[in-house]
């Protein structure tokens, strides 16, 4: 008995040290990029649960330099801090960190990857982000995109005007964009204080707090199994919840489908298939059936609305810290569009208001960290080894706030981007990198760049917009999670502008 157990002992620990000298040896192979000492797989800690996890990758990139290893929990991860080793990793290295790391919340997300925006990069994906690009591009022919935003933005506006005392603009904005999305996925027009909405806004609210918590099954993985926590259940029921309201939808449009109607998003992703479908494109149907087409609208809706409503709340919190600024927009707008409501045609004319979004992209942070990437072969970055399956990680804010690229880059400044006739430079900044680039750049840039330049022009054409009586213009802002930074609660007062 005692020579098995000692046997068993033995065994155990030549076991040990077998694969510790297999992962030292393994590591060895690879020159990797520098980072601070952390205690093996509690990794750092103190980053990971860090609010602020945007500021802390800075602060080590200070040390460390623009690439810098780190450990989430077991998980080695690489972050990215300057716009030079961004642009080599997901421009000039091609596909190679093109991939999505295997989370399990990003599982639950996208259903077992069946989505475009977490799904491992993969002939699949491929098809499917392909499909999914060319629904969105028909929606932006002809002027189906300038026409929702007018009609919508009309509705919230004269309810805004209505408004006799001070009010939080987030409560309107946070509709406005869902009944925008709404209409872009579904083709529905619905009533400004409708019950459906303002169920999946409340939907959309609790899961991004869940998300911006962070779950334990993240970083333990069999948790999930063992004894998922509170949170991570919550989540998961949210999640089937909303996959539940698209997939209706969706269903709905496919009984109702007539090859010949393009009513909405929904239309537009059946018709790509059907068009597959006509050209024998095998490959396209055998992979695109009804539940990718549901996860690609729910990715729409996801990746879509979060992002515009934060942009559009920075863009008028910054307006009303700075009036000349927002007096300078409305000039623009009344010398280029005049009483006419804005639209696609004078969408190169205003470089000011475009000078104040771009300007609004950069510094109200909304995509923080962005979405991890994942390496899915061995590759280099700035001259270090990154090893197959390694997380690679974005630090956008970091790219928005670096002094190498930024004059006083917390200063709100539109000049920035415009040349000395007061126009867009043909070029942008370097390191104004809101919708990332390369294979994953964010498919929706084509149509957010519109969508909320018209939005501000509607707004800024309509009103007036000040701080309350008495309010100090101070710069505050909370950290949702993911380094997403947010204003700080805040009410605006409106007044209508004369002949508009
Ligand atoms: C201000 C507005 C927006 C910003 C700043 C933004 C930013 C981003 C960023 C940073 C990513 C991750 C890119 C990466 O992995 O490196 C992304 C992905 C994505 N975005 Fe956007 N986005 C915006 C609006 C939209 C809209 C309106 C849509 C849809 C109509 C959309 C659809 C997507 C999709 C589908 C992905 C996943 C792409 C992929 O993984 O291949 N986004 N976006």
Redesign the pocket.
């Known amino acids: 008995m005692m020579i098995l157990s000692l046997n068993t002992q033995t065994v155990l620990a030549g076991l040990a040290i077998g694969l510790l000298v297999y992962y030292v040896i393994k590591r060895m192979r690879y020159r990797l990029p520098p980072g601070p000492w952390c205690i093996p797989l509690v990794g750092h800690y103190k980053v990971y649960t860090a609010a602020d996890i945007h500021k802390k990758f800075y602060e080590i990139s200070k040390v460390y330099g623009p690439v810098v290893r780190l450990s989430f929990g077991p998980i080695p991860v690489i972050v990215l801090n300057d716009i030079e080793v961004v642009l080599e990793a ?1 421009v000039k290295k091609k596909a190679d960190f093109a991939g ?1 790391p295997k989370i399990k919340s990003g599982e639950v997300f996208s259903g077992g990857s069946k989505d ?3 799904s491992n990069y993969s002939p699949t994906w491929k098809c499917h ?1 392909r499909v ?1 690009g060319k629904a ?1 591009r028909y929606y932006l022919q002809g002027d189906l995109l300038e026409q929702m935003i007018q009609d919508n933005m009309n509705k919230f506006l004269d309810e805004m005007a209505r408004e006799k005392d001070s009010f939080a603009f987030k409560d309107y904005v946070d509709l406005m964009v869902f009944h925008q ?1 709404y209409t ?1 996925c579904f083709g529905e027009k619905r009533p400004v204080d409708d019950e459906e909405v303002k169920a999946i806004l409340q939907l959309d609210t609790e899961l991004n707090d869940y998300l911006a918590k962070g779950f334990l099954e993240d970083i333990i993985p069999y948790m999930e199994r063992i004894y998922p926590t509170r949170q991570w259940q919550m989540f998961v029921n949210k999640m089937k919840q909303f996959f539940n309201f698209i997939r209706e939808k969706f269903i709905q449009h496919k009984d109702t489908f007539d090859t010949g109607v393009r009513r909405d998003f929904i239309d537009s992703m059946l018709i790509a298939r059907q068009e597959a479908e006509n050209e024998g494109d095998e490959a396209v149907l055998e992979k695109l059936d009804d539940a990718y087409l549901i996860h690609t609208v729910a ?2 809706f996801l ?2 609305v979060d ?2 409503r934060f ?1 559009m709340d920075w863009f008028v919190y910054f307006m009303t810290r700075f009036p000349d600024i927002q007096s300078k927009c409305q000039e623009e707008i009344d010398r280029e569009v005049g009483s006419e409501r804005p639209s696609m045609k004078h969408r190169n004319k205003l470089h000011f208001l475009e000078a104040c979004m771009f300007e609004t ?1 950069r510094l109200g942070g ?2 923080g960290i ?2 991890p ?1 994942m390496s899915i072969c061995d590759s280099q970055i700035g001259g270090y080894d990154i090893p197959k399956s390694t997380m690679v990680i ?1 630090n ?1 804010w970091g790219l928005h706030h670096d002094p190498k690229y930024w004059k006083d880059p917390e200063t709100f400044d539109p000049y920035r981007y415009l040349d000395e006739n007061g126009e867009m430079k043909p070029a942008k900044p370097d390191s104004w990198l ?12 084509a ?2 760049k519109p ?2 330049l018209l939005m501000c022009a509607n707004l800024l054409q309509r009103f007036d917009i000040r701080l309350p009586d008495g309010v100090k213009p101070n710069l505050e802002y909370h950290i949702l999670g993911f380094g997403v930074e947010l204003p700080s609660e805040y009410k605006i007062v409106v007044q209508e502008r004369i002949g508009n």
Do not use: K, Q, Y
């Open positions: 997901m999505r475009i925006a977490l982000r999914a969105l999305l872009i990715d729409i990746a879509g992002t515009t942009t992209m909304v995509v962005g979405v990437h974005i956008h809101p919708f990332s680039a390369g294979r994953r750049v964010c498919l929706g840039e149509v957010a969508e909320i």
